[in-house]
């Protein structure tokens, strides 16, 4: 039924495809599922500058970062944020060491219905991998594909049960991965949310929405809240509290204590913000002096540099070093 569209998106991914991203240059399920993780919610440019080649130095195979402490995974996912990505990366690795006989080498389950039971990997990423490591005639659904799909059919809110079901009907099962990667790239090149080039766009032909592309899918409006917290730093013996994370959110990294009421005898030494996806953070910093204080989980700057922090507790560093 689409073979000539097949046949013309199979021709546009050779010419003018990402080919170059190393994780298409693979089909070693670790290093393709944990490109995977980094890519969601990150731009490809960040994860190929700064973070896909260190992590994979560091933890080379599945091995490698199962027997890694969490603190060196979370260190070496600084920066990226969602670390309850990095988490999950540590847990199916363990889960996937764990299950493997005595010196065979640990891999990943081929099935979907097997991925998805793996901590962290979600449907989208269970047919990545399915489809990039293991090559099943299986689609994908991230932003640039779900947003082809609506143009193609002119599709203002679709739920995600017509997108994956409009997904399958459409996969080339001769070539899913060629298919699936040129899907991205067009959505990430071509069929863009603002000013598509259709006039260059492989499925042309077929896309009914192409005389007015940016209609679909509709937009949703949103409005990003604006959260504060009083952040106190305790010192004592020129050595700064941090408490390791326990919640979900930022789970496992060091981080300063917040309090509901800043203490009387603080200092206030001025406020930094940092935005999330779905929220606006707000900080006022407090120092207080300490007095005998045991020096437990107290460190220099120079040793929390070593630790694993988020980006807004980097910036409550940098302002205490400023200041003090």
């Known amino acids: 039924?689409?073979?000539?569209?097949?046949?013309?998106?199979?021709?546009?991914?050779?010419?003018?495809?990402?080919?170059?991203?190393?994780?298409?240059?693979?089909?070693?399920?670790?290093?393709?599922?944990?490109?995977?993780?980094?890519?969601?919610?990150?731009?490809?440019?960040?994860?190929?500058?700064?973070?896909?080649?260190?992590?994979?130095?560091?933890?080379?195979?599945?091995?490698?970062?199962?027997?890694?402490?969490?603190?060196?995974?979370?260190?070496?996912?600084?920066?990226?944020?969602?670390?309850?990505?990095?988490?999950?990366?540590?847990?199916?690795?363990?889960?996937?060491?764990?299950?493997?006989?005595?010196?065979?080498?640990?891999?990943?389950?081929?099935q979907i219905d097997e991925l998805i039971k793996l901590p962290g990997i979600g449907k989208n990423t269970a047919h990545a991998v399915a489809t990039f490591a293991f090559n099943q005639p299986v689609p994908i659904m991230e932003a640039n594909v779900k947003r082809i799909l609506c143009r193609l059919k002119k599709l203002l809110t679709p739920n995600d049960k017509q997108l994956w079901e409009l997904a399958y009907m459409l996969i080339d099962k001769v070539n899913p991965f060629d298919y699936n990667q040129a899907m991205m790239d067009i959505g990430a090149t071509i069929c863009t949310p603002k000013n598509p080039k259709c006039d260059l766009c492989p499925l042309s032909d077929m896309c009914k929405g192409k005389r007015a592309p940016t209609l679909y899918p509709t937009k949703k409006k949103r409005v990003v809240p604006t959260r504060e917290e009083n952040i106190m730093i305790s010192l004592y013996n020129d050595r700064l509290s941090l408490i390791q994370r326990k919640g979900k959110f930022l789970h496992g990294l060091w981080g300063f204590e917040s309090t509901e009421v800043p203490l009387c005898a603080s200092e206030y030494i001025g406020e930094v913000t940092h935005t999330y996806t779905h929220f606006k953070l707000l900080c006022k910093i407090y120092v207080y002096y300490e007095i005998d204080k045991e020096q437990i989980d107290y460190f220099t700057t120079q040793e929390i540099r070593k630790l694993a922090i988020s980006k807004v507790d980097e910036k409550i560093v940098k302002l205490y070093l400023d200041t003090m």
């Open 1 to 110: 039924m689409y073979k000539q569209t097949y046949k013309q998106i199979h021709n546009w991914y050779q010419s003018h495809g990402r080919k170059n991203l190393p994780w298409r240059s693979t089909h070693d399920p670790y290093h393709i599922y944990l490109s995977e993780v980094m890519l969601q919610q990150t731009q490809v440019k960040t994860v190929l500058e700064r973070y896909y080649f260190p992590f994979l130095k560091k933890f080379p195979s599945l091995k490698a970062l199962a027997d890694a402490p969490l603190d060196d995974v979370l260190k070496m996912w600084e920066g990226l944020g969602y670390y309850n990505r990095a988490k999950n990366l540590h847990k199916t690795a363990q889960i996937l060491v764990q299950g493997q006989p005595q010196g065979f080498a640990p891999t990943f389950p081929s």
